[in-house]
């Protein structure tokens, strides 16, 4: 494995798995990853269905029988995928545009969520991924957007008010941030243009499955949102979306983020521009946003960032050579380093910054399971070593496995080296 193929499996990917070699140049293996990842899973009826049946009986199984089945098949991806870049991209998105089962009604929803707005959309524009997110029954829940309704609109005259919860996050953590120096007034002109975007409740109330607009809950007349205007109607709402996923203060936003997650934690001026630049030569296309990630110059220096509980959870079973049959091992080894699956304690999602990830309890839990984990490898200690470590071995870590008393102890050196924390 050449110190580029390395790196590159574990800057942009999952983690490097004994039956998947790399090749020594890897960009063009990066570059055959920009395509939607699709993946199979229950449609939007059948999640419909199941929440109709808990709300007739709480004990009935069926929201937890789709959860179970969504998140272990989202286990089994990280651990066999061939597209790993892909797949890190996909959950960079999400954790971006976060929608936590914190909120116990978007359960159901989350893994759809997933797989249907974010997967679908990650290698598009920016704006149609806002769209996509913010139009599905996830995000409309997460965020309370089905209960808010124009003050002055049908349903509004008759007690409903004007929820902006969506909004807020909208303009905080999913487009311009504080630095566009937006108002109280931009939320709430922005919660306005958004009033009646909801879900359907399904064919039994003669509405859709999925995204509805209730033309009765949205207030009347034009909005003015940081500077522009924009016409009443679902219209109006899709207008400002992609207005605010296509400003300036979105394009630096995002391309910050990406830097803090691919590069460093304080990511040099020159990173953060060089990826701004190309989401705007682009027009938002996060397909060229990846490909500028590619060739940045910072973004070749390894080892720079801690991995998350989640990414180091995953990159010790890719190393192992684990299967679709470790998906439960990652689940629940993620719930044991504090990132449970699609559970972020905020909608601003999971840190990417290592004073989250480096508390001295996580290292030590780390250490912990990677001990259980050294019990279960069936690998021989070099093997494990170049799987996981490769070229980017320490020479102390080389000293070590070769002192190490028995196969396991030099195992239980290779997943809890200081290498293996990092990425």
Not at 150 to 170: D, F, I, M, Y
Not at 235 to 259: D, M, Q, V, W, Y
Not at 372 to 383: K, L, S
Request: positive net charge.
């Amino acid at each position: 494995m050449s110190p580029l193929a390395a790196h590159a499996a574990v800057r942009f990917g999952l983690g490097a798995r004994p039956d998947a070699p790399l090749p020594a140049d890897p960009q063009p293996w990066l570059a055959a990853q920009l395509r939607p990842a699709e993946a199979p899973g229950p449609g939007l009826r059948e999640i419909q269905d199941a929440l109709r049946a808990q709300r007739r009986d709480i004990r009935n199984p069926g929201v937890g029988d789709i959860f179970r089945a969504e998140s272990t098949a989202w286990a089994a991806r990280m651990i066999q995928t061939r597209q790993p870049f892909a797949e890190r991209w996909a959950n960079f998105w999400t954790n971006h545009l976060t929608v936590s089962r914190r909120a116990f009604q978007t359960t159901a929803w989350l893994g759809h969520y997933q797989r249907i707005a974010i997967r679908a959309n990650a290698f598009g524009r920016y704006d149609e991924l806002l769209l996509a997110a913010y139009r599905h029954p996830a995000m409309l829940g997460y965020l309370d957007q089905n209960f808010s309704t124009g003050p002055t609109s049908p349903v509004g005259r008759r007690g409903r008010g004007l929820n902006e919860n969506l909004a807020r996050e909208c303009l905080e953590l999913h487009t311009v941030t504080p630095a566009a120096r937006y108002t109280q007034r931009d939320v709430a002109a922005l919660a306005r243009i958004l009033t009646g975007w909801s879900h359907g409740r399904g064919a039994q109330f003669q509405e859709p499955d999925g995204f509805l607009f209730r033309a009765d809950a949205h207030e009347p007349g034009p909005k003015r949102l940081l500077g522009q205007d924009f016409p009443a109607g679902e219209e109006g709402g899709i207008e400002a979306l992609r207005f605010l996923a296509n400003h300036p203060s979105t394009h630096r936003a995002l391309a910050l983020k990406l830097a803090r997650h691919f590069i460093a934690d304080a990511p040099p001026p020159a990173s953060v521009a060089w990826i701004e630049d190309a989401l705007r030569r682009s027009n938002g296309d996060l397909a060229w946003a990846a490909r500028a990630l590619f060739t940045e110059p910072e973004a070749q220096r390894p080892l720079r960032k801690i991995r998350s509980g989640q990414d180091y959870a995953i990159a010790v079973l890719r190393a192992l050579g684990m299967g679709a049959e470790a998906a439960p091992i990652l689940l629940a080894t993620m719930n044991r380093l504090d990132q449970s699956l699609w559970n972020a304690p905020a909608a601003n999602g999971w840190s990417d910054d290592a004073t989250e990830w480096a508390a001295p309890e996580q290292l030590m839990r780390r250490l912990e399971w990677a001990s259980e984990m050294a019990g279960r490898a069936n690998t021989a200690p070099d093997a494990l070593a170049q799987t996981l470590l490769g070229p980017l071995a320490r020479a102390e870590t080389e000293a070590g496995i070769a002192r190490a008393g028995s196969a396991r102890e030099a195992a239980i050196l290779i997943l809890a080296s200081p290498e293996a924390q990092r990425r």
